[in-house]
């Protein structure tokens, strides 16, 4: 069992930055490809339908973004910490959402296309809103 715990959201002005945590329990975590996935306003979905934003590999590194923050976008991840990041600059107003950090057995993702794919994911945070005004 793993729970992820995420914060860092907060209210801010277009083009401004914020950097996102999520905190994860458990002795395995480097064992664990981590994923951000957003949820805008007013729209109900399951974790399978939100929408994916960026996620990290658990063994090359290897990093996967949305087209949509590519380039604005970083994921990392500090096992020793048991923690990822997502670090978010040039912020646009729809990027605004509650964001959702999300995790899943490693070995499992046996082709890159799973990173992308909310439902191959485990467990899910409870999220963080991320709010940019223009």
């Known amino acids: 069992q793993v729970q992820l715990v995420e914060s860092g959201g907060g209210l801010v002005q277009a083009g401004g930055s914020l950097r996102l945590s999520c905190a994860a329990s458990?002795?395995?975590?480097?064992?664990?490809?981590m994923g951000w996935f957003r949820q805008a306003p007013g729209k109900e979905r399951t974790g399978k339908e939100r929408?994916?934003?960026?996620?990290?590999?658990?063994?090359?590194?290897?990093?996967y973004y949305a087209d949509s923050v590519e380039g604005r976008f970083t994921i990392s991840r500090d096992n020793a910490k048991n923690t990822v990041y997502l670090q978010m600059i040039s912020l646009k107003p729809e990027d605004t959402a509650v964001y959702y950090c999300?995790?899943?057995?490693?070995?499992?993702?046996?082709?890159?296309?799973?990173?992308?794919?909310?439902?191959?994911?485990?467990?899910w945070g409870q999220g963080t809103q991320v709010t940019v005004s223009s």
């Open positions: 458990g002795r395995t975590f480097s064992s664990y490809a």
């Open positions: 999300a995790a899943a057995w490693g070995p499992s993702f046996v082709s890159n296309t799973y990173y992308y794919r909310g439902y191959e994911y485990d467990y």
């Open positions: 929408e994916f934003v960026a996620a990290i590999s658990w063994n090359s590194g290897r990093t």
